[in-house]
């Protein structure tokens, strides 16, 4: 986990996100992003979360009721 998994995690919830490009310094950091990619998009009630934690978020961002 951690908030790198987290965030790469968020950009390939969007369904217009098709790929995500991180930068990388650490044979790990290609392991964690794999990682990353292979637990998929984040669960609604996390989005919802986050929503409701950072109000400012985007309206396309929302999830849908």
């Known amino acids: 986990g951690g908030i790198a998994t987290s965030a790469l995690r968020f950009c390939l919830t969007h369904p ?16 964690a992003n794999s990682e990353a990619e292979a637990l998929g998009p984040l669960p609604a009630d996390v989005l919802a979360r986050i929503a409701e934690a950072v109000p400012d978020v985007p309206e396309h961002w929302k999830p849908k009721k």
């Open 16 to 31: 217009a996100v098709s790929v995500v490009i991180p930068g990388m310094r650490h044979e790990r950091q290609v392991r």
